[in-house]
């Protein structure tokens, strides 16, 4: 069934994570321009394919780094058209985790695929969240440079092919703009939304057949007990064991008064449904819950299948 509770873009109320993504970037920004200057906060946040993975944190960080007031500006703009709902549908964390994974994603292809050129800025991340939103809601549409009317789903697959395209036909760092990056975080993106708990696993529950359950009553199993005191004997000890082996064999035929052979008198069915719900209460609660009675009963019994062996 469609959502059709969502509200339009901007209708939507900002979210905790969104909110909180766009603070980190714009403080970041504002240190750049005002405290420490691009170079300082680049040297310190942002991603050096030569000094990595001394520099391990940056594969994070480099993603609260913008080059430029257009460039921090495009980015949150799209997180805060497309985010709030994603964060509604799977929750902040989740969300968060998510928009991490397909920046780290982004790094990582970089540094595979343009390892001369430096990195900075959500937009691999930003990548991984549209193509979230477009495999939710594929026939949204939204207006590409505020004119061009676009479903989502057009929109992500017409942003792959470019991106990859002029990955393929430029220099290697040669436009500053990190093209592979982009493909990172999409690809990253698509491989956690198809092994996660949010856009996937719907996908997989229906591609996995379920397995039958095996049925209830074919096999009645009797659990390996131990008697609650040993000093009873190794007497008693082995009798008890000796029933409870020799009830779970015949347990599993399919006529259950097979336990204890039937007679003629009335005291031998009385006896053969005695020892049956003894043999129940040891199956569901183990041999400690017996009272004196039905131990007696299982000592008897024992005895019984000993004498009838022997003749």
Known sequence: MPDTSYESPSQQRMTPAVQWLIAANVG?????????????????????????????????????????????AFNMLSLYMFGPRIEQA??????????????????????LLDGNAGLVGASAAIMGVLLAYALRWPDDEVYVFGVIPMKTRWLVIWLAAINLAMGVSSTRGGNGIAWFAHIGGLAFGWVYLRVSAFGGLDNFRRWVSPVPDEPEDVFRAVPRVRPRNRDRGENRSEGIDEVVAKSNAIAARPVRSALVPRTASDAGR????????????????????LTTEELR??????RKLRNDETR
């Not at 799977?90 to 540094?111: D, E, K, Q, S, T």
């Not at 009385?270 to 819950?289: C, N, P, R």
Request: proline share 3%; charged share 15%.
């Open 90 to 111: 799977w929750g902040a964390r989740p969300f968060v985790y998510f928009y991490l994974w397909c920046g780290i994603g982004g790094a990582i292809a970089h540094m």
């Open 297 to 302: 009963l299982l000592e008897d019994m024992s």
């Open 28 to 72: 970041v920004y504002f240190l750049q321009v005002t405290l420490f200057g691009a170079n300082g906060v680049f040297d310190v946040l942002g991603l050096d394919p030569v000094r990595f993975p001394s520099t391990w944190w940056t594969i994070a960080t480099y993603m609260f780094v913008h080059g430029g007031l257009w460039h921090i």
């Open 270 to 289: 009385d006896s053969a449904e005695k020892l049956d719900l003894v043999l129940d209460k040891i199956s569901k609660h183990g041999i400690e819950s």
